[in-house]
């Protein structure tokens, strides 16, 4: 007579315990099985040596032996520890060995407990082909069946999202190439007319008053190359920043880690460990690293009033003290630098070049001796308005939509 529906019964180890009771009945030892889950691992674990059942005593010993067929210590495995679990179970073959007789109406009371075993070994090999959580799995199959359809669901978008990154990858291979030859171009040009300006220098007149004329010209053409090479700068950190992951609120961030959030911006963790979830741009563990330019100290507010904005990172007029208050920044010349890019002051600089360069032209007019020195002068600075134009043509595939994002101009 079987009273209980119990088939298994599991214990957690303590790093001590080596016998583990069960209640449920059982026709021989080799019934009796038993698998450890490892919850650091995840992993299930069917036993198949190293253990010994009690039948008498209906115990279950892990790491067990028959009396006197016990192994050195070194040769044992483990005792069960804090994170594993054991799961003892009863796994009965389905088969019905006995035989009562013909004498009526032994045949028919076998005949039933054979068509029990039918019917179970027919549940059996459907059992088989169904998909089973293992016996120490902590989870229901209908959650594990759930887990499973959202990773193919993930794994069928990240599969789309990188066929679609691989497409713009190429895109981009394919703007670089055309770029790289059109700056070979210009830049066989550019070496062109340098040769043509220095056979252009045998002529101490002539080229003084070219020199002259040329570095005037050149102030302005480096005036506004700069200007176009710092929108090509601005525009080439812009579509680095397209590599840039996007923020995931799932995951666990430290210092260097670089994100793009859904604002446009990308931010830069200054912290460790930082909480799932942690906003970059409401949170001082993060700091926005994106020019956008500007002045981002103050903000408007919903009734139109100016107030200041709770993580500033640029301004052309004001900073932080020591205590996070705002003032103004130090000297004329330094509020000049913060209000500068680097590419305009070296504008700059270069138109300065340039008007010295036509100043010397002038003298050398004067004086044949320095005419060669001039040419000198008005060959480098030649060579550097064909980098500064280099830049300017890279600019030229990029531009500025009416929201500000920087994309790559449509191509016919």
């Keep these: 007579m079987i009273e209980q529906s119990v088939t298994k019964v599991s214990y957690t180890g303590d790093g001590s315990t080596k016998v583990f009771p069960f209640s449920f009945p059982f026709n021989k030892a080799s019934d009796i099985h038993a698998a450890i889950y490892d919850s650091s691992t995840e992993a299930t674990t069917e036993l198949t040596s190293d253990y010994y059942v009690d039948t008498s005593g209906k115990k279950f010993c892990y ?33 019905q060995l006995t035989d009562l007789g013909d004498k009526y109406p032994l ?39 759930l887990e499973m359809q959202t990773y193919v669901s993930a794994t069928r978008q990240s599969a789309a999202e990188a ?35 220095a056979q252009s220098a045998g002529d101490a007149g002539d080229a003084a008053n070219r020199a002259k004329s040329s570095a005037i010209d050149a102030a302005g053409m480096l005036s506004q190359t700069a200007a176009y090479a710092n929108q090509a700068d601005q525009k080439l950190a812009a579509v680095n920043a397209m590599s840039v992951p996007a923020w995931d609120p799932f995951t666990s961030y430290s210092y260097p880690a670089v994100v793009a959030y859904t604002d446009g911006n ?111 002068t008005a060959t480098a600075k030649a060579a550097e308005a064909t980098a500064a134009a280099k830049r300017a043509e890279d600019a030229q595939y990029l531009e500025t939509d009416s929201d500000g994002n920087v994309t790559f101009k449509a191509t016919t």
């Design 266 to 376: 990308t931010y830069r963790c200054i912290g460790q460990n930082i909480p799932p979830g942690t906003i970059p741009y409401n949170s001082s563990h993060w700091v926005r690293i994106s020019v956008l330019g500007g002045d981002d100290f103050f903000d408007i507010d919903e009734w139109g009033g100016i107030m200041p904005r709770n993580y500033p990172t640029y301004s052309a007029y004001w900073s932080l003290d020591e205590t996070g208050g705002i003032m103004p920044k130090g000297t004329e010349d330094e509020i000049i630098d913060a209000t500068t890019t680097p590419a305009e002051r070296a504008a700059a600089a270069a138109a300065a070049s340039a008007s010295e360069a036509a100043s010397s032209a002038t003298a050398a007019s004067n004086d044949a001796a320095s005419i060669s020195a001039a040419a000198a």
């Design 63 to 95: 790491p067990g032996y028959p009396p006197g067929q016990e192994p050195a210590s070194s040769q044992q495995p483990a005792v069960l520890k804090r994170t594993q679990t054991i799961t003892i179970y009863r796994q009965t073959e389905i088969s």
């Design 107 to 145: 045949p028919n009371i076998e005949a039933m407990g054979d068509k029990s075993i039918m019917i179970l070994q027919e549940h059996n090999e459907q059992l088989a082909r169904c998909i089973k959580t293992a016996i120490s799995d902590t989870e229901t199959p209908e959650q594990r069946y």
């Design 163 to 197: 066929a679609s990154s691989a497409d713009y990858a190429q895109d981009m291979a394919n703007d670089a190439a055309a770029s790289e030859h059109n700056a070979a171009t210009s830049a066989s040009k550019a070496k062109a007319s340098a040769q043509a300006a």
